[in-house]
Every structure is written in C-alpha cells, then in structure tokens.
C-alpha cells in the first residue's frame, strides 16, 4: 500500500472505530434502560406482597406502569435520535477526513436533513411499537395474577428477573438492540455513501481512484453470505475494493452499501458491516 493509501485508511480506519462504539455505547444505553423499568416495574409488583392481586391494586399497577413505560419511550427514542444524528455525521466524516488527508477538499453535500428527519421519525415509531408490546405484556401477565391463575411472585418472573431471563422484556431487549444497530448504521451508511459519490470527481482530479469495500464485524455471529462479502469486496479480498457507483452482491442482492433499503430483511436486519472508502493512486 503506497504512502498516501495509507494515510488515507489510517484516517478512515479512526472513523470506522468511532462508529462501532456509538452504535455499542447506544445499545448498551438502551439495554440499561430497559432493565431498569423491568426493575422498577417488579418492585411496583412486589409492594402489594407476594400472595394476591386485588382489582384495586391491578387498576393501581397499571396507570403505574403505564407511566413509566412512556418515560422509558422518551428515553429511548431521545437516544436513538441522537445515534443518528451523531452516525450521519461520522458516515461523512469518514470520508471527507480522509479525503483532507491527503490534501483534497470534500464536497459539501451534507446528508439530506429530511433523510436524518425521516430516520429519526421511523426509530420513534419502531419504539413506540415496541412499548406498546411491553405495556401488552405486562398487562396480560397482570390480568393472571388478579383472577389467581398466577401469584404476584410468579408475576414478577414472568416480567422477568432479568434481561436475559424468560419473560417480556428477554424478546423485547433484543429487538430494542437490532432496532437500534440496524437505524444507527443505516443512517451512517448512507451518509458514507453519499459522501463518497460527492467527492469522486475530485478524488479523480487530483490523481487518486475511489473505491469502497465491505467490512464485517468478523466474530462468529456474521452471517455467511456477508462473510463472503467480506472476503470478496475487502482491500485483500478476491474481487477487491468497487467503484463507489456500483453496487456490492451480496447473497444475490444488488446492495450500494451495507443495510441498503433495497435489500431483504435478512440482509440488513442487525447488520454490523460497514462500507469503508479506499484509494489507489489512478494509473
């Protein structure tokens, strides 16, 4: 890899990182979130005693819950918000410092604000859904123990002792973090991809080919067909980095980039690959 190459990966290599850890950091915000209404909310369940469940108290726990189930809705959808925000930023960045680097004035065609608006908008409302299953939950679980099919106690566990537990909140906490990895790093994909196909031409002009690749997040929870991505469309792989105009194919879709709308929902669903710019010197 020639000098300027280097440099240019060494910077975008930092954008790459800085990405990663928001979406992590954003997941890890939301996941503490969630536990700590499902603690909250069986410590409601518990102050009535473990024995019985009165019409009065369900009546009670339900405005409760209902509560603080719209506290954890703000809280959320105000993280994810801010994730995108911040994602869509870095998804340009990623290229445009790169391209400073080596001496080449980005663009400035900042990512739609409409687009930003309308990802914002669809994260509220996925969250909102999901609060509304959790409030649906909870409430069948409370209609048991007031008829005494359940106790209190055996309530609380049905909530769930934990995230990772069998309960309400153990589905609910892992579709709140593939809601929240699949927006944050669509957002910034598209801001990427965005910002690479504004700056070719004067990547071109002033004597370097831009190209993009597919990275994975390279654990054993990739997906096949996006280890293959990776092995073809990396700066090693057998195909090589593309022309940021072309798309990549991945299990038989055509994808611009990473979690590209256009892809199924297996393709892009929880996706942690990224697209990440390259330079070669043009011939």
């Known amino acids: 890899m020639a000098d300027d190459a280097r440099q240019f990966a060494a910077e975008v290599d930092q954008y790459h990182e800085a990405i990663l850890n928001l979406e992590q950091s954003t997941i890890k915000q939301a996941l503490a979130s969630l536990d700590e209404a499902r603690a909250e909310i069986n410590g409601r369940i518990a102050e009535g005693g473990a024995t019985e469940l009165d019409a009065f108290r369900f009546r009670q726990l339900q405005m409760i819950i209902s509560a603080r189930l719209h506290s954890l809705q703000f809280e959320l959808t105000g993280a994810e918000q801010a994730a995108i925000r911040q994602a869509a930023a870095l998804g340009q960045e990623m290229m445009s410092r790169g391209a400073a680097a080596l001496g080449v004035a980005p663009t400035g065609v900042p990512i739609s604000s409409n687009l930003v608006q309308i990802a914002s908008g669809y994260a509220a409302d996925r969250i909102t859904a999901l609060t509304a299953e959790i409030q649906s939950g909870i409430t069948q679980v409370l209609k048991r123990a007031a008829i005494g099919v359940i106790t209190p106690k055996q309530a609380m566990l049905e909530v769930g002792k934990s995230l990772n537990s069998p309960g309400v909140f153990r589905s609910i906490a892992a579709r709140a973090e593939a809601i929240v990895r699949t927006e944050t790093l669509m957002i910034q994909a598209q801001a990427s991809q965005a910002q690479m196909t504004a700056d070719a031409a004067r990547m071109s002009a002033a004597g370097y080919t831009l190209k993009k690749s597919w990275l994975s997040a390279r654990d054993l929870r990739v997906r096949p067909a ?58």
């Open 226 to 283: 996006h280890v293959l991505a990776d092995a073809t469309y990396n700066r090693e792989g057998t195909t090589g980095p593309i022309p940021v105009d072309q798309p990549f194919i991945v299990d038989g879709e055509e994808l611009m980039y990473p979690h590209d709308p256009a892809g199924s929902p297996g393709n892009i669903i929880n996706c942690r690959c990224v697209s990440v710019p390259v330079v070669e010197r043009a011939d």
